[in-house]
């Protein structure tokens, strides 16, 4: 073979991050040269970028073959090309979403507004690093590469003093969540003597390294991994970043980061340390019923709406925690691929709900003022009937009502649950859903029985923003009518990832 061709073959399962780089660096050349009047070009052209890494990773999951290359730093398998897919759309939909909020930021603070599409692609290929990641240095170099592009465009509104806080807290919380997983990778590396994975893997399976050592490693990645997915107690940074940063930046946070998490998750503790199952496990049961419990519970009393969002998050991660917890028992693992499968299918269909409820917050908010109150959703159905009928269709799924898709991704995670023999926390679960019905279905009574406070009718949106949205609500009722195919090529992936 041609040396060139082999190394064109070896660069093969991260074309996509390659070309993701290249059209950032287009992009950000071609908007220091467009005048305000044509600021609508960068716009089209990250949703361009966006289109094409999806076609390449889509042609990838099509083959769902497992390609290792950069000496299995990387790695392409149905898993990542399919949460990549996920994170593409997340994007996508957030930047249709956020297209007037840029514009808006570029006619009242007198500044360019460009900015936000690179710095978001950039988030956004941090996310693809990590997803692929396969090694201790590119999962850290991807994380990097995300928090701070995410903590950059937290403080975009620099005259504002509750995005610079919310910029502030993210950081400061992120350092020390990023100081927790290097402590931790240091100390598997000293134990097993590499940072790849399935060395560590292979190393940990033969059963020559120090248990004590190990654990202890443990103990500072699950901290730094729940961090990243939000859960009690590392939580304290989500709902004060969801309310402080703009809505446009809220929506960038609570979307596709949480699938980057999941994937470095499920890489690091079932790829690389499922041997120690049963004492991650023990670290994730007790994150889940503190993140279900907490969440919950707290965001009764939340009027603001992003931080109830916040708040649901939190809880939402609790519940997918169960999945990953109940895929190894008593040192079995013949329930893992289900299990892993509902917890990415839950991860998924979450982040296609969340993506939705700040598209609606977006699609009310108006020039120089962002809708966050529950008072400002207040006879929504007067007002809009189809930003009330999405919201209505996001607020069942989240509760878990049929036939949404929420409603089939908590069946199939308790499913697993039960199956692994936690029936009690199955049933805990249960009970942490009928508490979030109440404030779920609280926004619902806000907007379909309680007058406006403005009776005029909302400004008509762009055309793009109400047909994504209206396919958003779509979605989320598809899924849950037809959700087999996608639950079946979850657990395809699964099975798959982990025989590779």
Not at 214 to 223: C, I, P, Q
Request: aromatic share 12%; charged share 10%; glycine share 10%.
């Amino acid at each position: 073979m041609n040396p060139i061709d082999s190394f064109g073959m070896n660069l093969l399962p991260a074309y996509p991050e390659l070309l993701m780089v290249c059209a950032i660096s287009a992009i950000l050349l071609i908007d220091m040269f467009t005048g305000d009047a044509r600021r609508g070009l960068t716009y089209i052209l990250s949703l361009v970028a966006i289109g094409l890494c999806a076609g390449l990773n889509l042609a990838f999951l099509v083959d769902a073959d497992t390609i290792f290359t950069f000496d299995g730093m990387f790695v392409s398998d149905p898993m990542s090309n399919l949460l990549k897919i996920g994170c593409y759309i997340a994007v996508a939909g957030s930047f249709v979403y956020s297209r007037e909020f840029v514009a808006e930021r570029a006619l009242v603070s007198g500044e360019r507004g460009g900015e936000f599409y690179p710095m978001a692609l950039f988030a956004l290929l941090g996310q693809m690093v990590m997803i692929s990641a396969n090694n201790f240095l590119s999962i850290y170099l991807g994380l990097e590469l995300m928090s701070l592009s995410l903590y950059a465009l937290c403080a975009l509104r620099r005259d504002d003093r509750g995005a610079i806080e919310a910029a502030m807290k993210y950081f400061i919380l992120g350092a020390l969540a990023s100081g927790f997983l290097l402590y931790g990778m240091s100390m598997v590396y000293g134990a097993t003597g590499s940072l790849d994975l399935t060395v560590i893997g292979r190393e940990l399976a033969t059963g020559g390294t120090s248990h004590t050592i190990m654990v202890f490693g443990l103990v500072f990645l699950v901290a730094g991994l729940a961090f990243k997915l939000g859960v009690v107690p590392f939580h304290m940074w989500i709902p004060d970043v969801y309310q402080g940063a703009p809505t446009a930046v809220a929506l960038m946070i609570g979307g596709a980061p949480k699938l980057a998490a999941f994937a470095i998750t499920l890489r690091i503790l079932v790829e690389g340390m499922i041997v120690y199952a049963v004492d991650w496990q023990q670290m994730l049961v007790i994150l889940a019923v503190l993140s279900l419990a907490l969440g919950n519970i707290a965001a009764i009393a939340q009027t603001s709406v992003k931080r109830l969002l916040g708040y649901s998050t939190i809880a939402q991660m609790g519940f997918m925690l169960l999945g990953l917890f109940s895929g190894v028992v008593g040192g079995n693992a013949y329930s893992a691929a289900s299990a892993y499968g509902a917890a990415l299918f839950y991860v998924l269909t979450y982040v296609l709900t969340a993506v939705g409820a700040f598209g609606v917050l977006m699609l009310i908010s108006r020039a120089g003022y962002e809708a966050d109150s529950m008072d400002d959703l207040k006879g929504l159905f007067k007002r809009s009937p189809m930003a009330a009928g999405v919201m209505l269709v996001i607020m069942f799924s989240l509760t878990g009502i049929p036939p949404t898709v929420g409603f089939y991704a908590k069946f199939v995670v308790i499913n697993a649950a039960v199956i692994a023999g936690r029936t009690e926390l199955a049933v805990f679960a249960l009970m942490m859903s009928l508490i979030a019905a109440y404030y779920y279905l609280r926004i619902v009574k806000l907007m379909f029985f309680d007058e406006p406070l403005a009776t005029q009718p909302l400004p008509p949106a762009r055309l793009d923003m109400r047909l994504v949205l209206a396919l958003n609500g779509v979605a989320v009722i598809a899924f849950g009518v037809v959700p087999g195919w996608l639950l079946q090529y979850c657990l395809t992936a699964i099975t798959r990832t982990l025989a590779s």
